[in-house]
């Protein structure tokens, strides 16, 4: 069977700090440089994704959230190219008022079939904010699959729980397909017996394959970020940068996409 074209991923979790962003402009870029040709949206209204990759964006940029003004922009108008081949990105609006936003959740899912979308990118990875409001519905009625990042301590695993819960919520509901496609440990410390039992729990309640191997506690990580740079082009020895890899080798295959 082949896999759905372009594949959709939402990186979510309840939780907020737990590494979405660091992780999504990451996977994103490693898939760029892998030969899939990436979109990355972001749908968090801090607006942290275009710093990652060092953009600055005009003024009166078209934003994902202009999806749900009252005259709806075409998504397509969003798109910019990154510095880095193969990878785009919609930025978010910082100045995007929650209470407005419709009750419409599947906005977004609409908008991704429109050709120049749909026949543009073999990946598209939603970023999403750390809130239960419809900007994450809408990711995952968008998505193929969810990936979560989580920090290994007893709170961050209420924050999965929770997510977890949505996640079969909108599969019951409105997205039949949606997919748990991992469940990753952030700033993992495998010294740290918590660490340990955090991940051994999560493997034991959502399954071992599952899990992937863990992000390991890096600075090299937020100073990449904060310089604007995906982590391989920062500091591609660095332990985050071997991390991240073994990560995209193991979504490549769970999205059963060899071909790159
Ligand atoms: N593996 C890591 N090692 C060290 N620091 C990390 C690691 N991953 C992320 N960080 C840092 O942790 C902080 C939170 O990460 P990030 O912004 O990616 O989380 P988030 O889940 O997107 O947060 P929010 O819920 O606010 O959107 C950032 O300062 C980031 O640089
Ligand atoms: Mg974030």
């Known amino acids: 069977m082949h896999p ?26 490693g898939f760029a440089a892998r030969g899939q ?16 990759l060092g953009m600055s964006l005009g003024e009166g940029q078209p ?9 709806p922009i075409a998504l397509e108008e969003a798109i910019v190219p990154s510095r880095w081949e193969g990878l785009h990105l919609i930025p978010a609006d910082t100045s995007f008022q929650h209470d407005r936003t419709p009750s419409d959740e599947g906005a977004l899912a609409r908008a991704l079939a429109a ?14 904010p750390p809130s239960l409001d419809r900007l994450l ?16 301590h007893p709170l961050a695993e209420e924050g999965v729980r929770q997510l977890a819960r949505l996640f079969f919520r909108v599969a019951m509901a409105s997205n039949a397909n949606l997919r748990l496609l991992g469940v990753l ?11 340990k039992r955090g991940c051994a729990q999560l ?11 863990p992000i390991r506690n890096d600075i090299r990580l937020a100073e990449a970020f904060a310089a604007g740079q995906p982590i391989e082009v920062f500091a591609p020895r660095s332990r985050g940068a071997e991390d991240y890899r073994r990560v995209l080798d193991q979504l490549l295959e769970r999205m059963a996409i060899t071909d790159a």
Not at 41 to 52: M, R
Not at 63 to 71: G, K, N, S, V
Not at 115 to 128: C, K, M, R, V
Not at 140 to 146: D, E, F, R, V
């Open 4 to 29: 759905p074209r372009p594949f959709v991923l939402a990186i979510t979790n309840r939780k907020g700090g737990t590494g979405k962003t660091t992780t999504a402009v990451n996977l994103a870029a």
């Open 37 to 52: 040709r990436t979109l990355l949206i972001d749908l968090d209204t801090q607006g942290h994704c275009a710093l990652g």
């Open 63 to 71: 934003a994902a959230q202009h999806l749900f003004a009252e005259t």
């Open 115 to 128: 050709p120049a979308i749909a026949e543009g990118y073999d990946l598209i990875l939603i970023d999403t």
């Open 137 to 152: 519905l809408n990711a995952l009625g968008a998505a193929h699959a969810t990936l979560i990042p989580f920090v290994p």
């Open 185 to 195: 440990p952030i700033q993992f410390d495998g010294r740290t017996g918590q660490h």
């Open 203 to 213: 493997a034991h309640q959502y399954g071992r394959e599952r899990l992937l191997p």
